[in-house]
């Protein structure tokens, strides 16, 4: 006999954030304005955390949860939409059990003893596609193979061997006009390691580079950032420590006496030659873009000035008060030997969820699109940002509703940067159901080209990618540069 279902009444779990636990497939969505642009062709895929079954805790936080990946495929003028559990190791053997058998997010001390050695990862960040094979990714385990068209999981991968760490991140840059996968682990050689790994693959996935390093403490790294010559790593102290892990402490605490470190890493050499640059406690979740002007590199991305996950304490025990993302460009001098660097904000609107027109990461470039939270009451928009002006053009659904990450995709293979669509998931909060809208990247302001509705919620995505009907047939998604 096992216990009923029952998931605690904590602010997590009411309203739009009630777990779902459904898969769905929902042939041809239903278009309520507008019309889809005719060469749309492909799919969105995306991934997002829900929750199986309930932990029996009440210190969850919304980045755990089992992984869902979701698919909106473009096809013949409609949008059909497909979601399915990934089948991790954690989701099978619960499963089997009927219950959680996973404890505090990421530590493994608080598991069921029936799990010690299974790995924890959720595939719940985003949806990854490189040379024709489509993953689901968690930073803290391999990423998990996913067919395309059905979404069923066909195994935990490691890149036919190639990955050697025991994580890889869910920020993978996939250069959709080489169609070079640039990636990275962190905390590789387990939980509170320092090492981490730098790899770039080719398009035909055989492994180009690997560089080895030290972190300065064993911290929390989400995401990175690519230009032509260098990989820029940041360095924000939320630290893991295993003697906090096996008193059943959270995955990460946050020490704002220790500094920020940035190391730019040379992406066609070695460890040798890494540059390293240090500032105050700050810290950030997600990355735009990086370039680099002459011997100087850009780093654009949200930045808090603090901890920009409040829901990790001090190790004194003391959460710290939410500080608000700004989009602020980092900017490194690798002529001297000044450590130090400039920050400038780029826009004065709190925003996240960063995104760029792809085949522009790493370049210079001049268009971005982010989330653009309105007020207290948690709704948001769509912003596109010019980062050479600091111009905001901005979409939102209406009081009370909010938008998922948006993905840009180009009108044409070869079209200029910014020219495209962005197609982005509307949490219809008070009907509890999403929309699908289309917009024009250039003109966000004028409202949604098409409005494709779902009977039902998507609760959450974090990221995706979108994938041409071509890259979906030949592998390679081939796009140019204008
Ligand atoms: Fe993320």
Redesign the pocket.
Known sequence: MVEPVRFPDIELYRGWGAPMRTECEIHGLELTQGAIPATLAGALYKAGPDRQYPSGRSDDIFIDGEGMIHMFRFKDNQVDYLSRWVRTERYERQYAAKRSLFGRYRNRYTNDPSVAGVHMGTAN??AMFHAGRLYALKEDDLPYRIDPETLATLGRDDLDGAIRAETFT??PKVDPVTDQLLAFAYQARGDATRDIVFYAFGPDRRLLNEIWFEMPYACNV??FAITDEWIVFAFFPLITAVEVLKKGGSFYQWHPDKSTHVALVPRHGSARDIRWFEGPAMSA??MMNAHREGAKVHLDLCLYEGNCFPFFSTPQGEFTAPVPPFLTRMTFDLTGNDRSFERRRLMPNVCEMPRTDDRYQGQPYRHGYVIVNRGMDGSSGIGHVDVHTGELDFWAPGAGDGVQEGQFVPRARDSPEGDGWLIVPVSRVSQMRSDLVILDARQLAAGPIATLKLPVRVRST??GTWVPDTALQSGLFNYRRS
Do not use: V
């Open positions: 960040t985003t869910a920020h989400h995401d979740g997600h974090f990221h």
